[in-house]
């Protein structure tokens, strides 16, 4: 099963009826990945699998000391 980054949720449409709508780690954006490990609000095992997903897709996180 893929990694998710946030809960499934269904939605109502009028063709289709109900439709679940998955948030897999590998559609995110790069960029809301890196908001999301530097947001203060973000739940800690949400951001090693944002780490983890950066690393696979072969990107570097550099941190800084403010």
Known sequence: MPTKFKRSHKTYTKDKGQVTIHSYIKNISVAELIEYINNDNGKPKIK??????????GIKLISKTV
Not at 52 to 57: A, G, N, V, Y
């Open 48 to 57: 090693a699998k944002a780490r983890k997903e950066l690393q696979r897709r």
